[in-house]
Each structure stands twice: as structure tokens, then as C-alpha cells.
């Protein structure tokens, strides 16, 4: 999925925002406040739903009381271009997906279109921030082989979380002081 355009129709501060002609590779830095957290947010909330009253998450509603949400335009390997939309509605908003050949969809498409990945699997792989990038100086050698290991290649943290569940039932199994059973 490349994303090429943004329209933030009130999410936070930010009201009738557009960003337009967004690159394969796109960083967005600015001073504190500017609002980059806000549009990363804003991405976040559309493709994986708004977050929930009880959720720790910020909410981003808008400030000066315009319509919460907006829509973004990405471009599908398999599917083409596609218009998604999630405005205020149920819990986590109401969210529309226009495909370039005219399929219309709701939750369901867009999560065939997202191949079902999370929000926590998007956020390791395509999407951070600074305090991600601090946590990188802070990893020991294998660690920062796993995580670049997951960075790199798509599902890759289900394999490592697997790892680490294998690993830890064979430590249980094989304790070094435990009794061999032949």
C-alpha cells in the first residue's frame, strides 16, 4: 500500500488539512505542536478505526467542532487506487472504501485490502516515530537483529513471536538441573 493523498477533515487541531503528492517514503517533521503525531494518528484511526472512550489512546476529536475524521487515497498492489473514508459514527467510526473500478465496501474490504494485519504488526513495520527510533539505541545486538528482521519483511513479527513461545516451552522442557526421562 503506497498512501498518496490525506484529507483531515477535523481530527485534533487539524481542520480541512490536505497533503497531497506523498512520496514512497515520507517524513514529516516540524516543532512541537505542529501536529505530525496528529496526522500519524490520524492514519492509524482511519485504516484500524478510531479509538475507544476506555482506550488509554488520544482521540483526537476535533477542536473547533468540524466533522471528526476524514479520507485518504492509497494505491493497492492488487487492487489499484482506493479512496477510504471513516468518519464519527459507531465506536470505532464508519468507514467507507471506493475501489478505482467502482467496488464499494465497508470494514470488510479494507481489512481484505490491509491482508488483515493489525494495528500493532502496521505500526512495527511502516509506521514510527522518534520515541521508536530512540528504542532502537537501547536494544542489544540479537534484539536489534529481530527487529530488523520484522521491519524488513511483512508477518515477520507473528514468526518472532512464535520463536519466542517455542523457546521459552523448550527452556521449561529441558531445564539444565531436570531429570532425564530414559
Same mark, same amino acid.
Given at each position: $500500500?503506497?498512501?498518496?493523498?490525506?484529507? !483531515?477533515? *477535523?481530527?485534533? +487541531?487539524?481542520?480541512?488539512? $490536505?497533503?497531497? *503528492?506523498?512520496?514512497?517514503?515520507?517524513?514529516?517533521?516540524?516543532? #512541537?505542536?505542529?501536529?505530525?503525531s496528529t496526522i500519524m494518528s490520524f492514519i492509524h484511526s482511519i485504516l484500524f478505526g478510531f479509538p475507544a472512550k476506555v482506550q488509554?489512546?488520544?482521540?483526537? @476529536?476535533?477542536?473547533?467542532?468540524? +466533522?471528526? *475524521?476524514?479520507? %485518504?487515497?492509497?494505491?493497492?498492489?492488487?487492487? &489499484?487506487?482506493?479512496? !477510504?473514508?471513516?468518519?464519527?459514527? /459507531?465506536?470505532?467510526?464508519?468507514?467507507?472504501?471506493? %475501489?478505482?473500478?467502482?467496488? /464499494? *465496501?465497508?470494514?470488510?474490504?479494507?481489512?481484505?485490502? %490491509?491482508?488483515? !494485519?493489525? /494495528?500493532? %504488526?502496521?505500526? =512495527?513495520?511502516? =509506521?514510527? #516515530? !522518534?520515541? &521508536?527510533?530512540?528504542?532502537?539505541?537501547? $536494544?542489544?545486538?540479537?534484539?536489534?537483529?529481530?527487529?530488523?528482521? =520484522?521491519?524488513?519483511?511483512?508477518?515477520?513479527?507473528?514468526?518472532?513471536?512464535? @520463536? #519466542?513461545?517455542?523457546?521459552? @516451552?523448550?527452556?521449561?522442557?529441558? +531445564?539444565?538441573?531436570?531429570?532425564?526421562?530414559?
Open positions: $500500500m503506497k498512501i498518496t493523498d490525506i484529507h !483531515i477533515y *477535523g481530527y485534533g +487541531k487539524l481542520t480541512d488539512f $490536505m497533503l497531497t *503528492g506523498i512520496q514512497s517514503l515520507q517524513v514529516i517533521y516540524g516543532e #512541537n505542536e505542529a501536529g505530525k488509554s489512546e488520544l482521540r483526537y @476529536e476535533p477542536k473547533e467542532g468540524a +466533522k471528526y *475524521g476524514g479520507r %485518504l487515497t492509497a494505491i493497492f498492489p492488487d487492487k &489499484g487506487k482506493a479512496v !477510504i473514508e471513516r468518519v464519527k459514527g /459507531k465506536a470505532s467510526g464508519d468507514v467507507s472504501v471506493l %475501489l478505482e473500478d467502482g467496488t /464499494k *465496501g465497508g470494514e470488510e474490504l479494507l481489512n481484505d485490502l %490491509l491482508h488483515h !494485519i493489525d /494495528k500493532g %504488526l502496521y505500526q =512495527s513495520i511502516f =509506521s514510527f #516515530n !522518534i520515541h &521508536g527510533l530512540q528504542n532502537v539505541n537501547q $536494544m542489544k545486538g540479537e534484539e536489534l537483529g529481530r527487529y530488523l528482521f =520484522s521491519a524488513g519483511s511483512l508477518g515477520t513479527d507473528h514468526l518472532v513471536s512464535a @520463536e #519466542n513461545i517455542l523457546q521459552k @516451552e523448550l527452556e521449561s522442557r529441558f +531445564k539444565p538441573n531436570g531429570k532425564s526421562l530414559l
